[in-house]
């Protein structure tokens, strides 16, 4: 039982995986990306499913971000994006992003499977 | 642009000398035959002798190079048709600025004989050209008989034939004799006409070949593209005006110029030497001043293709087809990405209708059919992505050494339950001790997994044998072989060379009811094996009797067991369009 935010502008995917993980029995809430920062740093969720391409600000902007802040620095994040062989992956990692999923090759009882996992190993943010 | 041969008009000399000489020499045969019987015959003897020797000068003044070889030649052959004691001939090489004077003694005369001869012939030519020629810096040379300085006869009779060419004096020849009034006007004057004639002639051919010349400088200027030439010793013999403006160079550069111009980023000097002695024409980009260009080098042979006259090097602009290209291959992958993302919802929403979905027949076959379906598009985007990739050559193979047997078993394993749904069965024979191989797995199985889907796919019957073991040549273990075996429908051996092409996908296979696929999975797996250093291929005795395809990856050279190699990417070099 987490809080999850999720940063995906894709309204048809937004929904799907946050319907997985409340299946899963998570909380979800999906954010816009030119709130993201603001919202993830005063929720303090557990974990963070962030889209890398999106319309108004980049998710890796969005990452280094809350990633600077001390609120923000433990959060684990996984990156969703379409393209294997992006350099934005390396980059995401070496912001320190937990991970990435390829959308289009993850079934959503896998991407579940995967936020379990990631939930496991980081320990909850303060509440 | 220089010509500095002159070997078509030395033909004509020698053919208008042979010519005209022979001519004239039977004309006067005739008459004296005419005035003195008996004489006559000896005349007639000698005259024809003459005429022989002239053809000879023609025929072997036919493959001389330059005005000094002719003035040899002339010579030579001179001495046969008048008495002398010597023949003599003074070359002027404006080449290499030096005076060349030779001598030819018949007889034996003394020292001073040949010195006044030499003074003679030199006085002469500072006549001629108005300017004094001392005897200082001539190079000499004296052959035939013996000088014996205790004789002392002059010189009592001498003839000076100048060799002129497009109005320049080239050289002198001189016969000289002990002997008085041995050159009177009969014996001479034919020879003067000869020599006029000839240079007349040559000076028009002159004239034609500078129109040429020019004719052929128009042409070369206006190419769309640059083009230089150097002869053997490098020199610039052709440049035209594109390639200068393309390097920034002056009007009249050097070859030094665009060496320099074009350094760092090709070494032209390297590229011609290359070009020279191997005889292949190369072909490479580069980058130049935020333009793409294409150079080609290769040699010029001269006319008898016997051996190599010069190096042509061509620039060829292609930024703007370069450009094209990535845009092109730009706007593929944008268009697979905005594909893959609503692929994926529809994917997904399937997926979580799926429980609900159990409870009715109806629902649970029509999302079978939607995830299918939706999933097969999903593969066609991937195989999209990866052709765009192979012709733009950005497709990545990231190999490493690895088990090769251990993925062809897991790969095999995983086609099991489909082909177990054919009462196929699968093998898997992996040679006892097979060496590591070095490859990417990921794209190798992708390659397994489309050879083996194929394969399955394509019969009805019978087995799958898919097997791994080293090949060997000349005593070492150099790839390992693999291949999948079926007892399907087969191939025609027409059929065959199309198979791995972009639209490999055979009528004969869709006739078979298989499944909607893209065809485009042979021409990617030949990629992800080339690009990896492999060859494939595939053997079919023909429609109905089963095909076998094979494929080779690399044995790594490391053991795995040493210090953890970094993997090494290989970008496949752009597929040609198939």
């Given at each position: 039982m987490a809080n999850i935010i999720i940063v995906e502008d894709d309204i048809n995917l937004a929904t799907i995986y946050k319907q997985k993980l409340t299946e899963g029995g998570h909380s979800v809430t999906v954010v816009s990306d030119s709130e993201a920062v603001k919202q993830i740093l005063a929720a303090k969720p557990n974990l963070v499913l962030l889209d890398i391409l999106m319309p108004n600000v980049s998710g890796l902007d969005i990452l280094r971000e809350v990633k600077a802040d001390p609120m923000g620095s433990a959060i684990p994040v996984i990156l969703l994006t379409n393209v294997a062989e992006d350099v934005s992956i390396a980059k995401g990692l070496q912001y320190g992003a937990y991970g990435y999923l390829l959308k289009s090759e993850t079934t959503p009882d896998q991407v579940l499977s995967r936020v379990n996992m990631a939930l496991e190993e980081t320990v909850p943010a303060a509440p | 642009m220089d010509f500095t041969t002159l070997s078509l008009g030395l033909v004509t000399i020698i053919g208008t000398l042979a010519g005209i000489a022979g001519y004239f020499l039977m004309r006067r045969k005739f008459e004296r035959e005419l005035e003195n019987g008996r004489a006559g015959q000896v005349e007639l003897a000698q005259k024809a002798y003459e005429t022989a020797v002239l053809k000879e000068i023609g025929d072997r003044i036919g493959y001389s190079l330059d005005g000094a070889k002719i003035v040899e030649i002339v010579s030579g052959s001179l001495g046969k048709l008048l008495p002398y004691s010597a023949v003599s001939y003074i070359i002027l090489d404006s080449k290499e600025n030096k005076v060349r004077f030779a001598c030819n003694v018949s007889e034996t005369v003394s020292a001073n004989f040949v010195r006044e001869v030499k003074t003679k012939m030199l006085a002469a030519v500072s006549e001629m050209n108005q300017e004094p020629l001392t005897d200082t810096g001539v190079d000499e040379a004296i052959s035939g008989a013996i000088l014996d300085d205790t004789l002392t006869d002059k010189v009592a009779s001498f003839f000076n034939l100048p060799v002129i060419i497009s109005g320049k004096l080239v050289g002198l020849i001189n016969v000289s004799s002990k002997l008085p009034g041995q050159y009177g006007e009969k014996n001479t004057e034919v020879l003067y006409r000869i020599a006029k004639q000839a240079s007349e002639a040559v000076s028009r051919l002159q004239e034609v070949l500078e129109n040429e010349k020019g004719k052929l400088a128009q042409a070369v200027d206006s190419l769309s593209d640059g083009l230089l030439m150097v002869d053997t010793k490098y020199q610039l013999a052709i440049i035209n005006h594109k390639l200068k403006s393309l390097l920034g160079v002056?009007?009249?550069?050097e070859i030094f110029d665009i060496v320099n111009a074009l350094s760092g980023q090709l070494d032209l000097r390297t590229k011609m030497e290359e070009a020279i002695s191997r005889g292949e024409a190369s072909v490479l980009e580069i980058n130049f001043k935020e333009k793409t260009l294409q150079v080609f080098a290769d040699r010029v042979m001269d006319r008898e293709n016997t051996k190599p006259i010069g190096v042509v090097v061509l620039f060829h602009d292609i930024t703007d087809a370069r450009a094209l290209e990535r845009l092109k291959s730009d706007f593929t992958s944008m268009m697979v990405h905005e594909l893959r993302a609503p692929l994926t919802s529809i994917k997904s929403s399937v997926e979580i209708l799926k429980p609900e979905g159990q409870k009715s027949e109806n629902t649970k076959k029509y999302l079978g059919i939607i995830d299918s379906t939706s999933q097969i598009m999903l593969e066609l985007v991937n195989d999209l992505l990866d052709v765009a990739k192979l012709e733009s050559g950005k497709f990545d193979i990231v190999a490493a050494s690895d088990d090769l047997g251990a993925v062809i078993k897991e790969r095999a394993e995983s086609f099991e339950p489909v082909a177990a749904a054919k009462s196929l069965k699968i093998t898997v024979d992996i040679e006892e001790g097979l060496p590591q191989g070095y490859f990417d797995k990921i794209r190798t199985k992708q390659v397994l997994n489309n050879l083996l889907s194929n394969a399955v796919k394509y019969s009805e019957s019978g087995a799958i044998t898919v097997s791994a073991k080293k090949e060997v040549v000349n005593g070492s273990a150099v790839d390992i072989l693999v291949s999948v075996a079926d007892t399907g429908i087969g191939i025609d051996a027409e059929d065959i060379p199309k198979l791995?092409?972009?639209?490999?996908?055979l009528a004969a296979g869709r006739k078979a009811g298989a499944t909607k696929s893209s065809g485009l999975g042979l021409f990617i797996a030949k990629g992800i094996v080339e690009g990896q250093g492999g060859k494939i291929w595939c053997q079919s005795q023909g429609a109905g009797s089963g095909s076998t395809f094979y494929f080779t990856v690399p044995i790594a050279k490391v053991e795995k067991r040493t210090a953890r190699e970094t993997p090494i990417v290989f970008s496949t070099k752009k597929v040609a369009q198939a």
């Open positions: - | 002056g009007d009249k550069p791995f092409s972009r639209f490999g996908q």
